[in-house]
Protein backbone atom coordinates (compact mmCIF):
# COMPACT_ATOMS: atom_id res chain seq x y z
CA UNK A 1 0.00 0.00 0.00
CA UNK A 2 1.49 3.37 -1.02
CA UNK A 3 2.72 6.14 2.00
CA UNK A 4 -0.42 8.59 2.33
CA UNK A 5 0.50 12.23 1.56
CA UNK A 6 1.26 14.29 4.60
CA UNK A 7 -0.20 17.54 4.97
CA UNK A 8 0.24 20.88 6.97
CA UNK A 9 -2.54 23.46 6.38
CA UNK A 10 -2.20 26.99 7.27
CA UNK A 11 -5.30 29.07 7.59
CA UNK A 12 -6.79 26.12 8.99
CA UNK A 13 -9.65 28.26 10.87
CA UNK A 14 -10.33 30.18 7.53
CA UNK A 15 -13.25 29.71 5.15
CA UNK A 16 -11.69 27.46 2.86
CA UNK A 17 -9.11 26.13 5.44
CA UNK A 18 -11.92 24.77 8.17
CA UNK A 19 -12.95 22.73 4.96
CA UNK A 20 -10.41 21.19 4.04
CA UNK A 21 -9.43 19.61 7.39
CA UNK A 22 -12.49 16.70 7.21
CA UNK A 23 -11.81 16.53 3.05
CA UNK A 24 -8.54 15.89 3.84
CA UNK A 25 -9.70 13.19 6.96
CA UNK A 26 -12.19 11.43 4.41
CA UNK A 27 -9.07 10.67 1.82
CA UNK A 28 -7.50 7.17 2.30
CA UNK A 29 -4.35 8.50 0.61
CA UNK A 30 -3.70 11.90 2.82
CA UNK A 31 -3.36 12.97 6.45
CA UNK A 32 -3.41 16.00 7.98
CA UNK A 33 -0.12 16.15 10.32
CA UNK A 34 0.45 19.54 11.60
CA UNK A 35 -2.03 22.92 11.06
CA UNK A 36 -1.41 26.83 11.71
CA UNK A 37 -3.65 29.72 12.93
CA UNK A 38 -2.44 32.59 14.80
CA UNK A 39 -6.06 33.45 16.30
CA UNK A 40 -6.45 29.20 17.65
CA UNK A 41 -2.37 28.82 18.30
CA UNK A 42 -1.83 26.06 21.42
CA UNK A 43 -5.41 24.60 20.99
CA UNK A 44 -6.21 21.56 19.32
CA UNK A 45 -8.16 20.86 15.77
CA UNK A 46 -11.15 19.65 17.15
CA UNK A 47 -11.80 21.91 19.97
CA UNK A 48 -11.62 24.46 16.92
CA UNK A 49 -13.53 23.16 14.47
CA UNK A 50 -15.42 20.16 16.46
CA UNK A 51 -15.79 16.53 16.40
CA UNK A 52 -14.74 14.22 13.56
CA UNK A 53 -11.22 16.04 12.62
CA UNK A 54 -7.96 14.88 13.61
CA UNK A 55 -6.75 15.64 16.80
CA UNK A 56 -4.31 17.98 15.55
CA UNK A 57 -2.58 20.77 17.66
CA UNK A 58 -2.74 24.61 16.20
CA UNK A 59 0.28 26.17 15.60
CA UNK A 60 1.49 30.01 15.37
CA UNK A 61 4.20 29.80 12.41
CA UNK A 62 4.32 27.71 9.53
CA UNK A 63 7.93 27.13 10.93
CA UNK A 64 6.75 25.46 14.07
CA UNK A 65 3.93 23.57 11.98
CA UNK A 66 6.90 22.34 10.01
CA UNK A 67 8.71 21.05 12.58
CA UNK A 68 6.55 17.99 12.36
CA UNK A 69 7.35 15.92 8.52
CA UNK A 70 5.15 16.30 5.91
CA UNK A 71 5.48 16.80 2.17
CA UNK A 72 2.36 19.26 1.59
CA UNK A 73 1.80 22.66 2.57
CA UNK A 74 -1.18 24.03 1.79
CA UNK A 75 -1.59 27.70 2.08
CA UNK A 76 -4.56 29.59 2.37
CA UNK A 77 -3.62 32.46 4.91
CA UNK A 78 -3.04 36.31 4.21
CA UNK A 79 -0.81 38.67 1.48
CA UNK A 80 1.77 39.48 3.90
CA UNK A 81 2.38 36.08 5.37
CA UNK A 82 2.04 33.89 2.30
CA UNK A 83 5.38 34.18 0.62
CA UNK A 84 7.61 33.67 3.53
CA UNK A 85 5.54 30.61 4.71
CA UNK A 86 5.92 29.45 1.10
CA UNK A 87 9.72 30.48 1.31
CA UNK A 88 9.84 28.66 4.63
CA UNK A 89 8.33 25.20 2.97
CA UNK A 90 10.22 25.44 0.22
CA UNK A 91 13.59 25.62 2.50
CA UNK A 92 12.45 22.70 4.17
CA UNK A 93 11.94 20.33 0.87
CA UNK A 94 8.31 20.97 1.21
CA UNK A 95 6.00 20.75 -1.78
CA UNK A 96 3.80 23.97 -1.67
CA UNK A 97 -0.16 24.46 -2.82
CA UNK A 98 -1.09 27.89 -2.59
CA UNK A 99 -4.83 29.30 -2.41
CA UNK A 100 -3.68 32.70 -0.86
CA UNK A 101 -3.85 35.67 -2.88
CA UNK A 102 -1.64 38.93 -2.49
CA UNK A 103 1.27 37.09 -4.52
CA UNK A 104 2.84 39.53 -7.38
CA UNK A 105 4.58 38.20 -10.49
CA UNK A 106 8.14 39.13 -8.71
CA UNK A 107 6.86 36.88 -5.73
CA UNK A 108 6.00 34.15 -7.88
CA UNK A 109 9.38 34.31 -9.54
CA UNK A 110 11.37 34.35 -6.51
CA UNK A 111 9.41 31.03 -5.40
CA UNK A 112 9.91 29.52 -9.01
CA UNK A 113 13.68 30.32 -8.46
CA UNK A 114 13.91 28.78 -4.84
CA UNK A 115 11.56 25.92 -5.76
CA UNK A 116 13.73 24.86 -8.99
CA UNK A 117 17.09 24.98 -6.31
CA UNK A 118 15.68 22.72 -3.77
CA UNK A 119 14.01 20.60 -6.38
CA UNK A 120 10.57 20.98 -5.19
CA UNK A 121 6.99 21.78 -6.94
CA UNK A 122 4.88 24.32 -5.64
CA UNK A 123 1.64 25.04 -7.84
CA UNK A 124 -0.67 28.60 -7.46
CA UNK A 125 -3.68 28.90 -8.42
CA UNK A 126 -5.91 31.69 -7.98
CA UNK A 127 -8.67 30.00 -7.95
CA UNK A 128 -9.13 26.25 -7.50
CA UNK A 129 -12.61 26.50 -9.16
CA UNK A 130 -13.18 24.29 -11.80
CA UNK A 131 -15.15 26.84 -13.73
CA UNK A 132 -12.80 29.55 -13.30
CA UNK A 133 -10.45 27.11 -14.82
CA UNK A 134 -12.38 27.16 -17.70
CA UNK A 135 -13.40 30.58 -18.03
CA UNK A 136 -9.25 31.32 -17.89
CA UNK A 137 -9.02 28.54 -21.00
CA UNK A 138 -11.84 29.74 -22.82
CA UNK A 139 -10.62 33.62 -22.69
CA UNK A 140 -7.22 32.74 -24.35
CA UNK A 141 -9.11 31.65 -26.86
CA UNK A 142 -11.28 34.36 -27.38
CA UNK A 143 -7.85 36.43 -27.04
CA UNK A 144 -6.32 35.10 -30.04
CA UNK A 145 -9.47 36.49 -32.17
CA UNK A 146 -10.65 39.42 -30.57
CA UNK A 147 -8.20 42.41 -29.69
CA UNK A 148 -9.33 44.31 -27.14
CA UNK A 149 -11.16 43.02 -23.40
CA UNK A 150 -10.97 44.31 -20.13
CA UNK A 151 -11.52 42.31 -16.50
CA UNK A 152 -14.20 43.22 -14.06
CA UNK A 153 -13.74 41.33 -10.79
CA UNK A 154 -15.87 41.14 -7.65
CA UNK A 155 -15.24 40.25 -4.06
CA UNK A 156 -16.71 41.02 -0.53
CA UNK A 157 -15.92 44.30 0.76
CA UNK A 158 -12.79 43.60 3.54
CA UNK A 159 -10.92 41.63 0.49
CA UNK A 160 -7.68 43.44 1.46
CA UNK A 161 -5.91 43.39 -1.40
CA UNK A 162 -6.28 44.22 -5.05
CA UNK A 163 -6.53 43.09 -7.75
CA UNK A 164 -6.85 39.35 -6.50
CA UNK A 165 -4.81 36.57 -7.84
CA UNK A 166 -7.64 35.37 -10.57
CA UNK A 167 -7.85 38.45 -12.04
CA UNK A 168 -4.02 38.93 -11.52
CA UNK A 169 -3.22 35.23 -13.04
CA UNK A 170 -5.84 35.85 -16.16
CA UNK A 171 -3.86 39.26 -17.17
CA UNK A 172 -0.81 37.14 -17.08
CA UNK A 173 -2.18 33.90 -19.10
CA UNK A 174 -3.79 36.36 -21.65
CA UNK A 175 -0.29 38.94 -22.26
CA UNK A 176 1.19 35.26 -23.47
CA UNK A 177 -1.80 35.01 -26.09
CA UNK A 178 -1.15 38.85 -27.02
CA UNK A 179 -0.93 42.41 -25.73
CA UNK A 180 -4.81 43.73 -26.18
CA UNK A 181 -5.50 46.72 -28.08
CA UNK A 182 -6.21 49.70 -26.70
CA UNK A 183 -9.15 52.41 -28.14
CA UNK A 184 -7.43 55.51 -25.97
CA UNK A 185 -4.25 55.84 -24.24
CA UNK A 186 -4.89 55.45 -20.45
CA UNK A 187 -2.73 58.26 -20.23
CA UNK A 188 -4.13 60.08 -22.13
CA UNK A 189 -7.87 59.81 -20.33
CA UNK A 190 -9.53 63.00 -19.64
CA UNK A 191 -10.80 63.43 -16.62
CA UNK A 192 -8.97 60.64 -13.69
CA UNK A 193 -6.86 58.16 -15.79
CA UNK A 194 -7.84 55.68 -12.47
CA UNK A 195 -11.06 55.32 -13.34
CA UNK A 196 -9.98 53.47 -16.43
CA UNK A 197 -8.80 51.22 -13.75
CA UNK A 198 -5.07 49.51 -12.88
CA UNK A 199 -3.06 48.10 -15.69
CA UNK A 200 -1.55 44.56 -15.49
CA UNK A 201 0.39 42.69 -17.83
CA UNK A 202 -1.01 45.11 -20.43
CA UNK A 203 -5.04 44.61 -19.17
CA UNK A 204 -7.05 46.67 -17.94
CA UNK A 205 -8.82 45.60 -14.30
CA UNK A 206 -11.41 47.19 -12.63
CA UNK A 207 -12.04 45.50 -8.81
CA UNK A 208 -15.31 46.03 -6.98
CA UNK A 209 -15.03 45.69 -3.03
CA UNK A 210 -18.81 45.16 -1.90
CA UNK A 211 -20.84 43.35 0.83
CA UNK A 212 -23.32 40.79 -1.00
CA UNK A 213 -20.22 39.58 -3.26
CA UNK A 214 -17.96 36.52 -2.57
CA UNK A 215 -15.98 35.71 -5.47
CA UNK A 216 -16.64 36.76 -8.85
CA UNK A 217 -14.99 37.48 -12.29
CA UNK A 218 -15.76 38.97 -15.41
CA UNK A 219 -13.63 39.49 -18.87
CA UNK A 220 -15.12 41.47 -21.57
CA UNK A 221 -14.40 41.47 -25.02
CA UNK A 222 -15.23 43.95 -27.47
CA UNK A 223 -15.29 44.19 -31.16
CA UNK A 224 -17.14 46.40 -33.62
CA UNK A 225 -21.27 45.68 -33.26
CA UNK A 226 -20.37 42.91 -30.97
CA UNK A 227 -19.61 41.68 -27.37
CA UNK A 228 -18.03 38.58 -25.53
CA UNK A 229 -18.65 38.26 -21.81
CA UNK A 230 -17.40 35.31 -19.87
CA UNK A 231 -18.14 35.38 -15.76
CA UNK A 232 -17.32 33.07 -13.43
CA UNK A 233 -19.71 33.31 -9.95
CA UNK A 234 -18.46 31.42 -6.93
CA UNK A 235 -21.45 30.30 -4.21
CA UNK A 236 -21.17 30.55 -0.39
CA UNK A 237 -20.14 27.78 0.61
CA UNK A 238 -15.93 26.36 -0.32
CA UNK A 239 -16.59 22.69 -1.86
CA UNK A 240 -15.42 23.83 -4.77
CA UNK A 241 -12.14 25.13 -3.85
CA UNK A 242 -11.74 22.04 -1.99
CA UNK A 243 -12.03 19.45 -4.88
CA UNK A 244 -9.60 21.27 -6.62
CA UNK A 245 -6.95 21.96 -4.02
CA UNK A 246 -6.53 18.17 -2.66
CA UNK A 247 -5.98 17.45 -6.28
CA UNK A 248 -3.39 20.06 -6.55
CA UNK A 249 -2.09 18.67 -3.43
CA UNK A 250 -1.73 14.50 -4.81
CA UNK A 251 0.38 16.29 -8.37
CA UNK A 252 2.54 19.16 -6.49
CA UNK A 253 4.88 16.28 -6.18
CA UNK A 254 5.45 15.27 -9.43
CA UNK A 255 7.07 18.74 -11.06
CA UNK A 256 9.92 20.96 -9.89
CA UNK A 257 9.42 24.46 -9.93
CA UNK A 258 6.54 26.79 -9.81
CA UNK A 259 3.39 25.77 -11.81
CA UNK A 260 0.88 28.95 -11.89
CA UNK A 261 -2.91 27.45 -12.68
CA UNK A 262 -4.80 24.34 -11.69
CA UNK A 263 -5.30 23.49 -15.52
CA UNK A 264 -1.22 23.06 -15.38
CA UNK A 265 -2.24 19.67 -13.84
CA UNK A 266 -5.60 19.00 -15.43
CA UNK A 267 -5.73 17.52 -19.54
CA UNK A 268 -7.96 19.87 -20.92
Not at 218 to 228: Q, S, T, W, Y
Amino acid sequence: MAARIRVCVAGVTGWTGASLVPAIAAAPDLELVSAVSRSAAGRRLPEVLGGGVPDVGIHKSVAEALATPCDVLIDYTSPGAVRGNVLEAIARRVAVVIGTSGLTDEDLAAIDAEARAKGVGVLAAGNFALTAVLLQRFAEIAARHVPQWEIVEYHQASKPDAPGSTARELAARLAAVRAPAVGHPIKETHGHAEARGATLSGTQIHSVRLPGFVSSIEILFGMPDERLSIRHDSGSGASPYVAGTLLAVRRVGTFTGLRRGLDRILEL
